[in-house]
């Protein structure tokens, strides 16, 4: 069983589209994240909710909005995409205590 | 801001030691973190060490904390050619809502 999982894992679009990234994870963690890491893997966090609730907002840019409908699902929506956008997607989970992140496998997103 | 630092890149001889170096500029530091990132996978957690350690060893991995200097290495004993990736260095404390700071990641190459 995956504990991470992410959908999809390659995404080709447009310039102005919007599409959503999903991310399940099933260690039953309550804080889930999602990152970007750039085309020089450089890695830089965007969202973090707890229970559902958001943690960590890091200046990301209103295009994009988080969801979490529950504590397993943190999803990533994101409309008007720009070129800038295309990076690789990380979804990550994290334990309360030591705050250990477990990473999903990425979803590779390229906007056109 | 907290700041975490690594030098980009590594290359060594299959059969030698590897020893990755990350400085941090946190005081709190709570847990102190290696990850390894192959070629289009996830970052996959290898080792955490709490702030009160001086010492770590896992196997053909020994992490090494110097407070004092707020400096963290990663020695990997018998580097073979699968532990080529990179390698990213992550430190958090207790008042950050769990959030990591990264590094930007250590390149490492191992040669035949």
């Known amino acids: 069983d995956t504990a991470v999982s992410q959908t999809p894992k390659y995404l080709v679009t447009q310039m102005g589209n919007d599409k959503s990234i999903k991310c399940e994870q099933n260690?039953?963690?309550?804080?889930m994240y999602w990152y970007k890491q750039d085309s020089k893997k450089f890695l830089k966090i965007m969202f973090s909710y707890n229970n559902k609730e958001l943690i960590i907002n890091e200046t990301v840019p209103n295009r994009f909005s988080p969801k979490s409908p529950d504590k397993a699902h943190l999803n990533l929506h994101i409309n008007s995409l720009e070129l800038g956008d295309s990076a690789v997607y990380f979804c990550a989970t994290g334990l309360a205590a030591s705050n250990e992140q477990f990473f999903g496998p990425g979803t590779r997103l390229t906007v056109l | 801001g907290e700041d975490v630092e690594q030098s980009l890149f590594l290359s060594v001889r299959e059969g030698d030691s590897s020893v990755i170096n990350c400085t941090y500029t946190?005081?709190?530091?709570?847990?102190l973190y290696w990850y390894k990132q192959e070629p289009g996978a996830g970052l996959q957690l290898l080792t955490y060490?709490?702030?009160n350690m001086d010492m770590k060893q896992d196997q053909r991995l020994t992490v090494l904390l110097n407070k004092k200097d707020k400096h963290l290495s990663l020695r990997i004993a018998d580097t073979q050619t699968g532990d080529s990736a990179i390698y990213f260095c992550a430190e958090t404390n207790a008042g950050n809502n769990r959030k990591l700071i990264w590094g930007l990641g250590t390149s490492l190459a191992v040669n035949p």
């Open positions: 260690l039953g963690h309550d804080t």
């Open positions: 060490i709490f702030s």
């Open positions: 946190d005081s709190s530091s709570t847990y």
